[in-house]
Structure formats: C-alpha cells, structure tokens
C-alpha cells in the first residue's frame, strides 16, 4: 500500500493504482474522456490520448496524465492548479474545435461525454477555429451509424471492437491532422465482417458511432390506421428503461413499461419472453435429441445475433453447433404473424412487428431473408431502449407517474425463466430447469443455479440430470466466445452445452441500452434486479407456462415438431 495526497486530502491505497483510481478514493473528481475501466468485465481503456485528466504532481516540472500515473508513496497531488485547470480546458477546447456544433440535432445530444464535460469546464467560446475534418457519413448498414467528424479519437471503441470483442473492425487510419478511426481502408460497414454487437456503440463518447435511429418507422405504423402494431420488449429492458426517466440502476419496471407502450398507441403489448419459453422448450428438446443421437456437441445457444454473426464470419466450419433455434423476439414476430394473426383473423400483412430490444444486432438480424415467412418479415422494425426512451419522452408521457399494467394475453403470459435471459448465464439456467423436469418427471426443489451464475467472462458448471452429469460453459464477450470456439475447432471441449452472449455481462449489458459510461455497477444492479424479477414471477419454468402449452396444443403440436421445425428454426450460413 502507499499513501498520497490529493488536494490535501490523504488516502492509502494499493501499490498498482494510478492517480486516477486514487482520486476516485479520496473523493475527487477528476475528468477523463478516454478513460475506460470496467474491471470485472475485463474492458479497459488506458491510451492517454484525450489529455483530459492531467494534474500538478509536488517537484515535477510537467502535469501528469491521472490516468496512466502510477502513484508513488508520499506523492503530494493537486488537480486544481490554474497550471492543470488551463490545461484541461485547453485539451477540450481543443478537441472541440475541430468538432461540429450540431448539438441540438446531435442523436447523443444531452448522453454526450464531450457536451458535458465543456458544460462543467464552463466553456463557452470556442477559440482555434480553423480547418475541419469531413469524411463520409457511413449509413451502410441496418445497425450502425459511423460518423467520423464526431470522433474524438479516443479510442475506447477499438479497444470494445478489437480487446474485448476480437473483431478486429476498427483501427486507427491515416496520419496527423487526418487520423481517423474505421475499418481498414475505410470501407463501409456493411462491406466489413462487423457482428453489429453494439460494443463500440456503447463505449463512444460523442456520436461517432450510434445506432440507426428506427423511431420515424415506429410513428409512421403507430399512425397508420391500417396497421394493427403489435410490440414486444426484451427480458432486459423492464430492468434498464427506468434509467432513462432518473431511476436508480436496477429498477424494474415491467409494469410501467406495458402502461406506457399501450398510452403511445400499440394495439397489443406483447413480451419476448414468451419466445424465450419457446425457445426453451425448442432448445431443450434439440439438446436431448443431440445426446440421445449422437448428435453434434456441445450445442450453443443461438438467440444472440451478434454471437451468430461471429461464428459465421469467423468460424464458418464449425455453424453446425448452434441450436437451430431462432431467437425469441424473431419466434414471437411468427407467432404472431401465423398463430396469432390465423386465430385472430388478421391478414398478416396487416400487422407491424415493432421489437423493443437493448441491442444493436437485433436491427440487422430483423432483416435476415431467411428468418421471413412467406416473404414477409417476421419483426418489422427494431428499437433500442434508448429509442424507446425517446419515443416517451416524445409522447409526453410521465414514466414515473405511470401505473404498473399487465401484458396482454396470450403473448404476454411469461415465466421467470424467460425473464434471466437478460443475463449472462440465463439462458442455459432456463434450459437445464426444463431439461431436468423432463428428464426426471420430477419438480425441481432447488431451480437457482448458483454454479451457472456470474459475472465472469468465462464460467462453467456442472448440473445433475437424471443421473447424467452435464457440462455447461458460458461466455460473454465474444473475446471469450472465441477460446470456447477454438477449443471445439481443436477436439478440446469437454462440454455438452454452451452458452455465448456477445456483450459484456449478457443482454442487460447490451449495445442498446442506456450509456453506463464504465460504470460496471450499473451492469451489476441490472443483473440482480432481473434475478429479483425471476422471484417475484409466480411459475418460473418454461415448460409450465400455461399460454405457450396451449399454443403447441392448438398450432405446433409439440416442441421440435415438423411444424415447429418449419416455423422457429433457422439455418446459419458460412
Ligand atoms: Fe436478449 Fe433474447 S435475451 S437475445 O439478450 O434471447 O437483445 O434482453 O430479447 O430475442 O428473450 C436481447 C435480451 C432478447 C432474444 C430473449
Ligand atoms: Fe466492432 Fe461490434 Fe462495433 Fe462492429 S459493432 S465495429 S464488431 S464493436
């Protein structure tokens, strides 16, 4: 341990910490824009490049950046000079003179880190003005917007794409006042083998990087007098919207959610998670069909279109493995449009599938031919939580003044094990609830799987079935995704079963929702508030959820059937 001094303040803290960390100590603020650091998660971004966190060190001649320096015991610190306070202004404006000004149309504006902090430094002039970088807006794909005048260059998003992700997408190009951030030979999107996972999306300080903004679709349907527009929202938005409207990180607010999505105009309020208990029981059945065959192991689960897109482009030899299932909110956009629509006598080409979702990768995934039925697509449009949030916001509507309301029936009778989807380690837990009632024909006492739960990259846990011990691996991250990928590829998993989410800490850590701006207690607090969900929910496996087993009864006769096979499985292409 040292102890140092920042602005008189002593703390003692551990040897390796930079200045930085023992700022956050001692209670001071100290502002960075590059600086990223969430540890647990394993994404950390230390490039020192804003200049924005420099500070007076006692006996040296030259500020300090708080981010890269190690402490020293006996360090006396000083983050309030003029000397490092002219500095720090000197580093934004700097950046901001060669930033364009449209904040009032900005898509982050009031979610920008650059705006705030000019905000908080009190800058009001930009001084410099000169030349401009202007490069080409890249709208290329269905997902991702690139807008390089944006960009800060600091980095963080090739540290998620390249460190955490291994995708390998964005580098640094050209030199001097040219540099810039992009695929290599600044290709579009679209031409690139970029997973749309959202990681850099999530990480951008500016709006350099942000998702295509589908909300004048949503309007467009909602407005339509023709269109019956049907909704549904993924497991983790009811635990990260509230965020949005000042609530504390973890809030749940399933029924705030239905109400507010009714008052802005849906006809019905539909939730994912009743494709997640499809899912389950599809995914389930294929996983016995596999062991009992001889079939391909280990399985993957396939609901993260991100991870899929991943396997494709970068293990095309091994697209056997994954279930074959679609994923949850493309299976209810089928329901709906078959099931549904047939029962209800509606035309399907009448109907818009509008997914909430806290992802990226959904928008392209929505978009994928082969997951259409008859031509049409079976989700419409995809937004984000943070789109969502806009849309209220829009609408005028009081979220916190809202009443709690249900889902409506059938496509909003769900499970607990739907609802741990969210997270890293649920999707498998759902399963292996499932799997052992069907193998043991008895009710499980103990249905939380401590062993399968987690906040590490990569996890594995042994279950007992039936006499059966069964092998499970979780990743999230596709960096980790890639070393269970290459042990497969090598005959080197021992697993029967493996879970893969391409964002850290599952789909509440997605590329969609709201900016955690490297706070991983935020991912944290979102994953224990959808743990708390499960509790509260009064059937919590997937296989007794009354409305799905009725469904299979009167449409799909049973889970993996011929039927089912046609209609909510897909195939991945190398
Ligand atoms: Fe997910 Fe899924 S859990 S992929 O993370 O399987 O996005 O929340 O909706 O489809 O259910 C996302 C979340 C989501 C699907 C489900
Ligand atoms: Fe890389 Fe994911 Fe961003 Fe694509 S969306 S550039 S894969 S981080």
Not at 323 to 336: L, N
Request: charged share 25%; hydrophobic share 35%; glycine share 8%.
């Amino acid at each position: 341990k040292v102890t140092v001094t920042i602005n008189d303040k002593e703390v003692t803290v551990p040897r390796e910490y930079t200045i930085l960390n023992a700022a956050v100590e001692a209670g001071v603020k100290i502002p960075t824009l590059c600086h990223l650091d969430l540890h647990d998660l394993k994404m950390v971004n230390r490039t020192a490049s804003c200049r924005v966190c420099m500070v007076d060190v006692e006996g040296s001649p030259r500020l300090a950046p708080a981010c890269a320096t190690p402490v020293n015991d006996g360090m006396n610190i000083r983050t309030d000079t003029m000397k490092a306070i002219t500095a720090r202004r000197l580093s934004v404006e700097l950046l901001l003179s060669n930033h364009p000004t449209d904040c009032l149309v900005c898509q982050k504006n009031l979610q920008c880190e650059l705006q705030a902090l000019a905000h908080e430094l009190g800058i009001r002039e930009i001084h410099y003005s000169g030349e401009r970088n202007s490069f080409h807006l890249d709208t290329s794909s269905q997902a991702v917007i690139k807008n390089q005048d944006k960009c800060i260059l600091c980095r963080r998003c090739e540290t998620a794409c390249n460190a955490v992700q291994t995708c390998g997408i964005l580098s640094a190009l050209n030199r001097g006042f040219e540099t810039t951030v992009g695929p290599a030979f600044n290709l579009p999107m679209v031409e690139t083998s970029c997973t749309y996972c959202g990681g850099c999306v999530a990480v951008c300080p500016t709006a350099a990087l942000t998702e295509v903004n589908h909300v004048p679709k949503v309007w467009e349907a909602l407005r339509n007098p023709k269109k019956y527009v049907v909704v549904q929202t993924a497991p983790a938005i009811r635990v990260a919207l509230g965020e949005l409207f000042g609530m504390k990180p973890g809030t749940i607010v399933t029924g705030k959610l239905a109400a507010g999505l009714r008052r802005i105009g849906f006809d019905k309020v539909f939730d994912t998670d009743f494709g997640a208990d499809v899912t389950i029981l599809e995914e389930a059945s294929e996983l016995l069909h596999r062991l009992e065959n001889g079939g391909t192991l280990p399985m993957l689960t396939s609901c993260c279109p991100a991870w899929v897109s991943f396997i494709e482009h970068q293990f095309p030899d091994l697209v056997d493995i994954p279930s074959s299932c679609k994923s949850p909110h493309i299976m209810v956009g089928t329901i709906i449009k078959t099931y549904y629509a047939e029962k209800h006598n509606i035309n399907p080409e009448d109907i818009t599938v509008v997914s909430i979702m806290p992802c990226v990768a959904k928008k392209a995934e929505a978009a994928r031919t082969e997951l259409s039925i008859d031509d049409h697509e079976n989700v419409d449009i995809v937004i984000t939580t943070r789109e969502l949030a806009m849309m209220f916001k829009e609408a005028g509507i009081d979220f916190d003044k809202l009443p709690d309301e249900d889902y409506d029936h059938p496509l909003g009778v769900t499970t607990g094990a739907s609802v741990i989807f969210g997270t890293t380690g649920g999707v498998i837990e759902a399963a292996v609830r499932t799997v052992h009632e069907w193998k043991t024909g008895e009710e499980l006492e103990q249905i939380e799987y401590e062993q399968l739960r987690g906040i590490e990259g990569l996890r594995e846990g042994k279950v007992q079935v039936n006499g059966m011990e069964l092998n499970i691996g979780i990743a999230h991250g596709l960096g980790n995704a890639r070393k269970l990928l290459e042990d497969i590829r090598n005959g080197q998993s021992q697993y029967h079963a493996i879970e893969i989410m391409a964002c850290p800490g599952g789909c509440i850590g997605g590329g969609g929702q709201p900016y955690h701006y490297g706070n991983e207690e935020v991912v944290k607090a979102r994953q224990k508030a959808i743990y708390q969900e499960d509790q509260r929910k009064n059937v919590r496996k997937s296989h007794l959820n009354k409305e799905v087993l009725k469904m299979y009864e009167e449409y799909f006769d049973k889970p993996y059937s011929e039927k089912a096979h046609k209609l909510l499985h897909t195939t991945y292409t190398p």
